[in-house]
Nanobody, 115 residues
Framework: QVQLVESGGGLVQAGGSLRLSCAAS????????MGWYRQAPGKQRELVAT???????NYADSVKGRFTISRDNAKNTVDLQMNPLQPEDTAVYYC?????????WGQGTQVTVSS
């Protein structure tokens, strides 16, 4: 059974920073892309950032220059450094892992940015 365990969410003031971490465990093989998505109240889930096994990254325009995604292929972990945070970054953040056969999602971690 595959599990994605996220950590690092919380409440922070605008201009502050947070670091999200996600660890994939279980019978998971040939991970291609890893990434983070988010869903704000009343909105659809949207891509935040992804990173391939070779290190190629992709960011949503709204976070470019503020967020940095990184991964450790040996440990099957992916991190998201976020700063400076803005109130519009408030959402539930989900870790995502893609293999050639399926997609896996974490349970989500809340990020709240106060103005």
């Amino acid at each position: 059974q595959v599990q994605l365990v996220e950590s690092g969410g919380g409440l922070v003031q605008a201009g502050g920073s947070l670091r999200l971490s996600c660890a994939a465990s279980g019978s998971i093989f040939n991970i291609n892309a890893m990434g983070w998505y988010r869903q704000a109240p009343g909105k659809q889930r949207e891509l935040v950032a992804t990173i391939t096994k070779s290190g190629n990254t992709n960011y949503a325009d709204s976070v470019k220059g503020r967020f940095t995604i990184s991964r450790d292929n040996a440990k099957n972990t992916v991190d998201l450094q976020m700063n400076p945070l803005q109130p519009e970054d408030t959402a539930v953040y989900y870790c995502h892992v893609r293999t050639p056969w399926t997609n896996y999602w974490g349970q989500g971690t809340q990020v709240t940015v106060s103005s």
